[in-house]
């Protein structure tokens, strides 16, 4: 059974960083498009950070420049590095996976796998 399991939130000033986790259960043993969402209560749950199994990499535009995704095959964990952190980027984070070498969709529905989340929240 595939299962998720994020960690590293927290609470810091804006321009600060903090880095997230998702170990993954049958990470490198199985091609999967890996991606982190993120949702702000009241919102809809977005896109943030895709990596796919070719190391490919994706981000959504308001994230560029400060987050950074990767992936560790050995230890079946994706990583997402957050820097110069802002109140905006306030929300629950979740870990996500698909089925499949590449990652086309920023759709959650589309992601079959999904971690717990944990929560990042940002002050001014």
């Known amino acids: 059974q595939v299962q998720l399991m994020e960690s590293g939130g927290g609470s810091v000033q804006a321009g600060g960083s903090l880095r997230l986790s998702c170990e993954f259960s049958?990470?490198?043993?199985?091609?999967?498009?890996m991606a982190w969402f993120r949702q702000a209560p009241g919102m809809e749950r977005e896109g943030v950070a895709s990596?796919?199994?070719?190391?490919?990499?994706n981000y959504v535009e308001s994230v560029k420049g400060r987050f950074t995704i990767s992936g560790d095959n050995a230890k079946g964990a994706v990583y997402l590095q957050m820097n110069n952190l802002k109140p905006e980027d306030t929300a629950m984070y979740f870990c996500?996976?698909?089925?499949?070498?590449?990652?086309?969709?920023?759709?959650?529905?589309?992601?079959?796998?999904w971690g717990q989340g944990t929560q990042v929240t940002v002050s001014s």
């Open positions: 049958t990470y490198g043993r199985n091609p999967y498009c």
């Open positions: 996500a996976a698909e089925p499949g070498a590449g990652c086309y969709t920023w759709n959650p529905v589309d992601y079959d796998y």
């Open positions: 990596i796919n199994s070719y190391g490919s990499t």
